[in-house]
């Protein structure tokens, strides 16, 4: 019987050292399937933060597309609001007292550029001044010219104008930049 004990506890020995044997890679295979489960977790929230994190920056780029977008709308109505107010001071400006210096020194101006100017063309209601101002060539009327002068040689086929509103259109560019800031304040 000895030999049966004996048989019997290496057997129960052998069962035990297999059963501790499968034991340990059970828990192995269980840890490495908890690591992987946990970096396919934290693989997952850091695309899920990424895609969060792209979604934040592509809200906030149109946020602040639509907001230049309205500053833009906002800004150009003030441009057209402000350069309609500087036409109407401009039709003002023939008006007053001092557009007689005014309009001497564009007329100047112009024959200093056509040398060879055979007339001066000015606006019907600024004909008079104009003639006040010029003795050597005719003065003509022309209706469509407005707060200035057109100086006119060879026959019509060349000339200058040289008006207010062309000075502001030569300027606007310059102005743009200095009166959105001034609009944006």
């Known amino acids: 019987m000895a030999l049966d004990k004996l ?3 290496e057997a129960q020995s052998e069962i035990q050292r297999i059963r501790a044997e499968a034991q340990g890679r059970a828990q192995q295979i269980l840890a490495d399937a908890q690591e992987r489960a946990q970096a396919m977790i934290e693989s997952r929230q850091r695309a899920l933060e990424t895609q969060r994190q792209a979604g934040i920056v592509r809200a906030r780029s149109a946020a602040d597309l639509e907001l230049n977008a309205a500053r833009l709308t906002a800004s150009e109505s003030g441009m057209t609001q402000v350069y ?3 036409d109407q001071h401009l039709d003002q400006i ?3 007292p001092e557009y007689r210096d005014i309009l001497a020194r564009l007329i100047y101006q112009a024959r200093e550029v056509v040398t060879d100017a055979e007339s001066v063309e000015v606006n019907p209601a600024e004909a ?3 003639r006040e101002l010029v003795h050597d060539i005719p003065v003509r ?5 407005r707060g200035g002068v057109r100086v006119v040689a060879r026959g019509g086929k060349s000339g200058i104008t040289n008006t207010l509103g062309g000075r502001l259109e030569r300027v606007k560019g310059e102005l743009a930049p200095q009166i959105s800031r001034i609009l944006a304040e």
């Open 94 to 96: 023939t008006q007053a």
């Open 7 to 9: 048989l019997e506890n």
């Open 141 to 145: 009327e022309n209706p469509s010219i």
């Open 84 to 86: 309609a107010l500087v």
């Open 128 to 130: 008079q001044l104009a």
